[in-house]
């Protein structure tokens, strides 16, 4: 597609579950970043991946949370034991590297809306 | 740490009034600075961006110009729309690609 795409676009779950949020980036671009927007706060950064590497996940809050990337491409944050202060909006954004003319420039997908009950 | 700071929202305008919306800032370094935007029902999408001090940024009629003196980012502009109520974010950058934002600031332009 033309934008970034996220699924599922919202997603309910009980305390205690695991869940996966899926991000497709725009074609070619090789910088991809997870942030997390909570009820009347701006985005907080959680990771960043350049090509199928973790280049900076110094944002993730704490073991629960993990990011894959395998190919470069497609990637998934994963919730373990889901409690309700994760509920928020996770948005999944994606660039040109940084360095290039683009720097800072993310393009941003509508998000995926999780709420832990 | 770096760190944004903006306006409480939300903001009421009537259409074709003047628009200010404050942002200051916080970071060691010499910060890219940026202001996005997201429109209901849209993901957040970049507005206007400048890469060092004195730089304006503009687009869509909007402005902001790099205050290095006043560490300040402040958008503005001329004659607002009804299309342009959305909610708009500053935002900073240090190291090309993590950005720090603001909280926020709902705009709402009334006909």
């Known amino acids: 597609g033309a934008g970034v795409s996220q699924t599922p676009s919202n997603k309910v779950t009980e305390k205690g579950k695991y869940v996966e949020l899926r991000c497709d980036p725009i074609s070619g671009h090789t910088a991809l970043y997870w942030y997390r927007q909570s009820l009347g706060q701006g985005p907080e950064f959680l990771i960043y991946f350049q090509g199928t590497g973790a280049a900076d996940d110094s944002g993730l809050p704490n073991d629960r949370f993990f990011a894959v990337r395998p190919e470069g491409s497609v990637s998934t944050l994963k919730i373990q034991r889901t409690e309700r202060g994760d509920s928020a909006v996770y948005l999944c954004?994606?660039?040109?590297?940084?360095?290039?003319?683009?720097?800072?420039?993310?393009?941003f997908g509508e998000g995926s809306r999780l709420t832990v009950l | 740490g770096n760190s944004v700071t903006q306006m409480e929202g939300p903001v009421t305008l009537s259409e074709e009034a003047f628009l200010t919306i404050n942002c200051t800032y916080t970071?060691?370094?010499?910060?890219?600075l940026f202001w996005y935007v997201q429109y209901p029902g849209e993901g957040l999408q970049l507005l206007l961006k400048a890469t060092k001090a004195d730089d304006k940024g503009s687009n869509k009629g909007f402005e902001a110009t790099y205050r290095k003196e006043t560490t300040s980012f402040h958008l503005e502009k001329g004659s607002v729309q009804v299309s342009d109520s959305a909610v708009y974010f500053c935002a900073l950058s240090d190291q090309g690609y993590a950005l720090n934002f603001g909280k926020g600031t709902s705009l709402l332009v009334t006909p």
């Open positions: 970071a060691t370094g010499y910060p890219s």
């Open positions: 954004a994606s660039s040109s590297p940084p360095g290039t003319t683009n720097t800072g420039e993310l393009f």
